[in-house]
């Protein structure tokens, strides 16, 4: 769906079909090429595979950043404090009846 608008943005070059002959000779084509049984280097295929990978990281970093948003949100309040123990609760009571006397 991306690459198309991409080539065309590009003067609708196709990078499917970039490719370099190892054998020294020019092909009209990719398929002309592995027809007559040359051995490519399909660079075109890689750069095809780099922006398809760059665009479904970019897509499942925004999905992630997305679904962890309202996460953080509950990240940042901090929890009530635990209530004292009662034996805590008891020796803070005879600290303040000690203090009144």
Do not use: C, H, W
């Not at 665009?55 to 209530?83: D, T, Y």
């Amino acid at each position: 769906i991306i690459m198309p608008p991409i080539g065309m943005l590009m003067g609708g070059l196709d990078f499917s079909n970039l490719f370099l002959a190892l054998d020294g000779k020019s092909y009209a084509s990719l398929a002309e090429a592995q027809a007559a049984g040359a051995a490519t280097v399909n660079y075109g295929v890689f750069i095809n595979n780099a922006i398809t990978l760059l665009i479904v990281g970019f897509a499942v970093f925004m999905l992630v950043r997305a679904v962890n948003r309202p996460q953080a949100k509950q990240a940042v309040e901090p929890p009530p404090p635990p209530k004292p123990s009662e034996e805590v609760v008891l020796l803070t009571e005879i600290r303040d009846a000690l203090t009144k006397r």
